[in-house]
């Protein structure tokens, strides 16, 4: 199955030269540009269509192919997976023997799932859905439980962007059980984190501490440093918004302790935000502003013009407490110019609020007043989408309430379980006891006869 690349985007600049398509007839996709490739996607391209076009059998042929799809960086990928699907169809309609046609329904399952993954990325979530629920049912058909569990998984996060929480927690929770059947700990804590996340962005803190903790017990138990560091920080959110400032503070510590030892700059940059933020809701700007900065420098460096929206409107936030209002104005406008390109209400919301209060302080009343309509109209949006949430978290307390039960009975019955065997056992030491006891005494009775 695709695992999820991060590509860091890169400006491409147009010239008159025009650009040259490698040969199809052996590179077997359109518009593919040899000269654009990374290299280690050429190395990969050079050792596997060596295999496919020396291959025999049709099955190896899909193989090399499932290889460039799994492994390929740039975004071609898609080419050859769109290719080996239409070669899998092709070879399905030639009636093959029950042993290619066993080897092709695994292909056929990764490629189902890889196109879902496609358009799960595009934002075409009802094809991603259809794509990952055909590869689901293949792969239920085939018992493959490690491959139907990634697929539970996809299809809930797939409900999950659809808004449609209470089928999201049910995949989840059926993706949690096969985890937990076959002792998959590391996919176990993940799964975990995930219910946690939907809990946490429902507002329902304490089930998503609860997730969130059972997750980070497994993941200090296998030692994955990145799945620690995730859940202390998530741990620390929920902190944070239950206003508990000390403890979130030592979580996000904790976690970008973590994240600085393993180089994840993304979540580096993620840490010192929040550890920013929290200093400012203590009211020790400095502090704040030093962390703000260094996690800005790193946003810029890798491109994240989400985080980049969020640093600069904190920065800005604190430039205005501090009434250096010519600073916060410069860095409230870059807020909201970025946040008005990539589309986020939640950042202009903000961006806006500030922006009409510096205006304000600076007598600029007409100014003052046009951003405080932008955030009216921003706060609006978001609280449509906040009345759909109201109406979703019944749903999933009621989820949750459903599985605690089911996991407190089970619990139950293993309590119950392990008595029953305790009590059989001091039975049978007993009757074991009782035996001796009377061994011992034939053996003295015997003794003394002779």
Known sequence: MKNIIY?????????GVAQEFADKEYYLVDSLVLEE??????QLLDSCLKVHH???EDTSKIKSLNAICENMMSEDWKKYQFYQYEQIQALFENNPSAKVTKALQAELAAALSNIGYIYSAEGEVKEALDYYSRSLKIQEEMGDNVAIA??????????????QIKEALDYFS????????IGFKKGIATSLNNIGVIYDEQGQLKEALDYYSRSLKIQEEIGGKSGIARSLNNIGVVYKNQGQVTEALEYFNRSFKIYEEIGNKQEIANS??????????????????????????IREEIGDNDGIAGSLINIGDIYHKRGQLKDALAYSLKSLTISQQIGSPERIKYASSLLSNIYERNSEGMQALEMYKLHITMKDSLNNEETQKAATQQQAKYAYEKQKTIDDAAHDKLLAIEQEEKEKQQILTGAIAVGLGLVGILLLFVSLIN
């Open 174 to 181: 059926r993706n949690l059980n096969i985890y937990e059947e």
């Open 272 to 297: 010192l935000h929040n550890i920013g933020v929290i200093y400012k809701t203590q009211g020790q700007l400095k502090e704040a502003l030093d962390y703000l900065n260094h996690s800005l420098k």
């Open 150 to 163: 990634g697929s539970l998984n996809n299809i809930a996060s797939v409900y999950y962007k659809l808004g």
């Open 37 to 42: 490739l990374p290299l280690e996607d050429l």
């Open 7 to 15: 590509i860091i985007p890169f400006l491409i600049y147009i010239s």
């Open 54 to 56: 020396s291959a025999k």
